[in-house]
C-alpha cells in the first residue's frame, strides 16, 4: 500500500459510509475471524482501520499478540496459511517482532521479546479489538497514518485532527500521552524527510524458527543482543 501522507486541512469532519464500505468491512472482519479463531489461545488482537472500521478495498488485516510465546505455537496454530515469515525491528530502541504473513493483506505479529506497556500501546493508538469484538460487530477509536483521529458513529466516522489536541486524544484512546506526542512527532517527520528505513527486516528461512533466525542476528548485533538480554527471547 502506498504511504499516506499527514493531513491537516479540517478541524472535524464527519464520513457516512456507502454501502460498499460497510462490505469491505464485513469481509475483512470475517477473513481475520477466522485466522484470530485460530489463534484464540493467543489472546489475538486486530488493529488499524479494520479495527476502527475505515477500511477501503485495499486496506491491510493487521492481527498482533500481545505477549511473547512460542513461534513453534503460533505456526501451529496457522498450519497450512503460512506464507512468508519475517523478524522485524523499526530502530534499535524498538520492539522484535515477528511477522507472519498470510496474503499480501493479511499479517500476523508477534513479539520476539517481552513487550513494554508503552510499546503495547502502539496498538491502542491506532485503534485494537480483541476477538469478542470483532463477534460483536465493535468498533473502535483510533489514529490512522494520516494523523487523524477516527470516532466510529453508526453511519461511518468523525474525523479530528490529532495535532493540537493531543491530550484529548490520549483520553479517547486510553493511552499516555507519552505515545500521542512520540507518534505525532515520528509521522511528521516521516511526512517531511521520508521514511528512513527499517533497522532489521529479514527473511526466516522455511527451515529455521523464529527462534534460532532471532539468535544468528543477536549474535552478530549488539543492538539486538542487547535487547534480547534486557527483555528475553531465544
Not at 86 to 113: Q, S
Amino acid at each position: 500500500m502506498a504511504r499516506e501522507k499527514v493531513v491537516r486541512i479540517w478541524d472535524e469532519r464527519e464520513v457516512i459510509y456507502p454501502p460498499r464500505r460497510w462490505r469491505y468491512l464485513r469481509e475483512k472482519r470475517e477473513k481475520a475471524l477466522e485466522i484470530m479463531e485460530r489463534l484464540s489461545h493467543f489472546d489475538p488482537q486486530l488493529y488499524g482501520s479494520v479495527a476502527r472500521g475505515d477500511v477501503r478495498r485495499d486496506s491491510d488485516i493487521d492481527i498482533f499478540i500481545p505477549y511473547r510465546v512460542s513461534s513453534y505455537l503460533i505456526e501451529l496454530a496457522l498450519e497450512g496459511l503460512v506464507s512468508r515469515r519475517k523478524i522485524v525491528m523499526a530502530t534499535p530502541w524498538h520492539l522484535i517482532k515477528g511477522i507472519i504473513e498470510i496474503d499480501e493483506e493479511t499479517t500476523v505479529t508477534f513479539p520476539l521479546i517481552d513487550p513494554t506497556d508503552r510499546e503495547l500501546e502502539f496498538y491502542r493508538w491506532g485503534g485494537m479489538i480483541d476477538i469478542w469484538g470483532v463477534k460483536t460487530e465493535e468498533r473502535v477509536p483510533g489514529v490512522s497514518k494520516k494523523l487523524i483521529l477516527i470516532v466510529p458513529t453508526e453511519r461511518g466516522h468523525i474525523e479530528r485532527e490529532v495535532v493540537g489536541r493531543e491530550s484529548e486524544v490520549a483520553k479517547i484512546l486510553g493511552v499516555g500521552i507519552d505515545i500521542v506526542t512520540e507518534r505525532v512527532h515520528v509521522l511528521m517527520r516521516r511526512d517531511s524527510i521520508g521514511r528512513t528505513g527499517i533497522y532489521i527486516n529479514e527473511e526466516v528461512p522455511d527451515w529455521m524458527s523464529f527462534e534460532e533466525a532471532l539468535k544468528l542476528i543477536a549474535d552478530r548485533d549488539p543492538n539486538v543482543r542487547r535487547k534480547v538480554r534486557e527483555r528475553g527471547g531465544v
